[in-house]
């Protein structure tokens, strides 16, 4: 199996530290990103200048406003997209391919824990989903739609996860504690409810942890009182239009 990987940015970089083991050649315009790159993953394959796409599995990690200008000839094995709110019809006007198969990891890649998303053609199914399995879970979704939603959820809400620990940081460092030991715990109590989580429901796990007139129910009221919900869930609704109108 021969891949190419058109963009080394940030999501594309991250991905490379599971992808680095297969016979990958990236495409990397840049002079300065090909020699971090070469530094950072040294049995990958540096190219400047896009190939032919023939007998690759392509995985597209450019920019999703840059997908007008790009320029690519040949016709690929498979073309696996992770350029948010481009549909499948529009990468099959763009780019020739076999299979088509749209992708959403996210950052959490660098460390082999993404929660990717794909839906596409279910020949190239297994194939994509061994690939992005080496940096983390993978969920094969049935529709554009549902992979729009999960683009806010498992794409965009990394980042409103680390503005919750900042703030959660914030507080400490408010009350006395060093900030780069607040640090150390959030990283450790994120790392030991997502465990959790993959047993326990959240309400449930909630309310475990919340007895009468302790401290836990006295910070939910304050959340509460902030509107913490509601903004999480317009939060995904904005996040969701905006990967439709990209």
Not at 76 to 105: F, N, Q, W
Request: net charge neutral.
């Amino acid at each position: 199996m021969k891949l190419l990987l058109i963009g080394a940015g940030n999501m594309g970089g991250a991905m490379l530290c599971g992808l680095q083991n297969y016979d990958i050649t990236v495409v990397a315009s840049h002079k300065t990103r090909a020699q971090e790159l070469a530094l950072l993953y040294p049995t990958i394959k540096l190219t400047d200048t896009i190939p032919s796409l023939d007998g690759y599995i392509v995985i597209l990690a450019i920019k999703p406003q840059s997908l007008e200008a790009l320029h690519v000839s040949g016709t690929a094995h498979g073309l696996i997209s992770i350029l948010a709110g481009v549909t499948l019809a529009r990468l099959k006007e763009k780019i020739s391919a076999k299979l088509y198969v749209r992708a959403m990891p996210n950052m959490a890649a660098l460390k082999g824990k993404s929660a990717t998303s794909l839906c596409g053609d279910e020949a190239l199914k297994q194939e994509a989903m061994g690939l992005l399995e080496s940096i983390g879970k993978c969920f094969w979704l049935s529709s554009e739609k549902e992979l729009d939603i999960a683009t806010a959820l498992a794409g965009s809400a990394p980042a409103w996860i680390a503005l919750v620990a900042e703030a959660l940081s914030d507080g400490a460092v408010n009350l006395g504690l060093k900030r780069e030991l607040s640090y150390q715990y959030l990283a450790q109590l994120f790392e030991g409810v997502g465990v959790l989580l993959q047993e326990e429901h959240p309400a449930l796990l909630k309310d475990k942890i919340t007895s009468p007139e302790g401290t836990t129910i006295a910070g939910l009221a304050k959340l509460e009182e902030g509107g913490v919900r509601d903004s999480f869930i317009k939060a995904m609704q904005s996040a969701y239009e905006r990967a439709q109108k990209l």
